[in-house]
């Protein structure tokens, strides 16, 4: 299993924008479905989106379509989260996780925590003005 790192959060005030990274060490991301959630404090880790593992099809949870997207850079093995248009509400730990399954993994829906692995540490992102 690849281990994970996050980057790229801070603090950035409502309407702005921020780009997250996740690297892995080890094994690398491209056999996998690479998910991004989120933890406000006193909140459950929420899946907000998903790029496939063979055809980088992709899925956001509501409040982030039109916002957010994922993108997978293979010649660097690195996935991106573009953020724009950002609400307080937005303000959390950034997790990024590989999926579970044995084969191609394809993003139908938002991801659920339970079915991703090899977390990292996280991004912490504060929408503050």
């Known amino acids: 299993q690849p281990r994970l790192v996050e980057s790229g959060g801070g603090l950035v005030q409502p309407g702005g924008s921020l780009r997250l990274s996740c690297k892995a060490s080890?094994?690398?991301?491209?056999?996998?479905?690479i998910g991004w959630f989120r933890q406000a404090p006193g909140k459950e880790r929420e899946g907000v989106s998903c790029?496939?593992?063979?055809?980088?099809?992709?899925f956001y949870e509501d409040s982030v379509k039109g916002r957010f997207t994922i993108s997978r850079d293979r010649a660097s093995d690195t996935v991106y989260l573009q953020m724009n248009a950002l609400e307080p509400e937005d303000s959390a730990i950034y997790y990024c996780?590989?999926?579970?399954?044995?084969?191609?993994?394809?993003?139908?829906?938002?991801?659920?925590?339970?079915?991703?692995?090899?977390w990292g540490q996280g991004t912490t992102v504060t929408v503050s003005s």
């Open positions: 790029i496939s593992s063979d055809d980088d099809t992709t």
């Open positions: 996780a590989v999926d579970r399954a044995l084969g191609p993994y394809h993003c139908l829906a938002s991801p659920s925590p339970g079915d991703f692995q090899s």
């Open positions: 080890g094994v690398g991301l491209r056999s996998y479905a």
